[in-house]
């Protein structure tokens, strides 16, 4: 492996270290998420059971009407929950599949392919004696490599997806 495919690849397992300890942190929040959803549909019950023979205009509907809203919501952000440590589960494993070098010759970008699955070929930019900058034309990731492998630090740094 080159100087610059083991940088790419302690780059893509930072990544995946950090990606994992976001969907460790979606994991923790699912239990939660669901047990107020659970609160909330048991609250709808009991108003359900409050509602039969209340007139029309009576104070239970709006809390009824505020209970489905309550059902929505929460339903929603379990959702965006259990999407999210989906998302980030399948970024680790990309993270762990990462393979430097393409088809074509040249170098992938770490955070392209950990990040939103789809393989960019990096430019290279600069070579001044022994250093070489690469930056990535989709996601503008951009890093040095010299030749003894003392890598500089990534021009923007990667990305971790907020969870």
Same mark, same amino acid.
């Given at each position: 492996?080159?100087?610059?495919?083991?940088?790419?690849?302690?780059? @893509?397992?930072?990544?995946?270290?950090? +990606?994992?300890? %976001?969907? #460790?942190? &979606?994991?923790?929040?699912?239990?939660? =998420?669901?047990?107020r959803?659970?609160?909330?549909?048991?609250?709808?019950?009991?108003?359900?059971?409050?509602?039969?023979?209340?007139?029309?205009?009576?104070?239970?509907?709006?809390?009824?009407?505020?209970?489905?809203?309550?059902v929505?919501? @929460?339903?929603?952000?379990?959702?965006? +929950?259990?999407? %999210?440590? #989906?998302? &980030?589960?399948?970024?680790?494993?990309? =993270?762990?599949?990462?393979?430097?070098?393409?088809?074509?010759?040249?170098?992938?970008?770490?955070?392209?392919?950990?990040?939103?699955?789809?393989?960019?070929d990096?430019?290279?930019?600069?070579?001044?004696?022994?250093?070489?900058?690469?930056?990535?034309p989709?996601?503008?990731?951009?890093?040095?490599?010299?030749?003894?492998?003392?890598?500089?630090?990534?021009?923007?740094?990667?990305?971790?997806?907020?969870?």
């Open positions: 492996m080159t100087t610059i495919e083991t940088h790419l690849k302690g780059l @893509a397992v930072s990544l995946g270290q950090q +990606l994992h300890a %976001a969907a #460790d942190k &979606a994991k923790g929040s699912l239990p939660k =998420a669901r047990e959803l659970a609160e909330i549909f048991h609250h709808r019950h009991v108003i359900n059971s409050a509602m039969e023979g209340a007139s029309p205009d009576s104070a239970i509907h709006d809390v009824a009407r505020q209970v489905e809203k309550d929505a919501e @929460a339903m929603a952000e379990l959702s965006s +929950l259990e999407l %999210a440590q #989906d998302a &980030a589960e399948a970024a680790v494993e990309r =993270a762990q599949s990462y393979m430097p070098a393409t088809h074509r010759g040249s170098y992938a970008c770490p955070q392209c392919w950990i990040l939103e699955n789809i393989t960019t990096l430019d290279a930019l600069l070579m001044a004696s022994a250093v070489q900058q690469y930056e990535c989709t996601c503008s990731y951009a890093f040095m490599v010299d030749s003894e492998y003392h890598p500089q630090a990534a021009l923007p740094q990667a990305q971790t997806p907020s969870i």
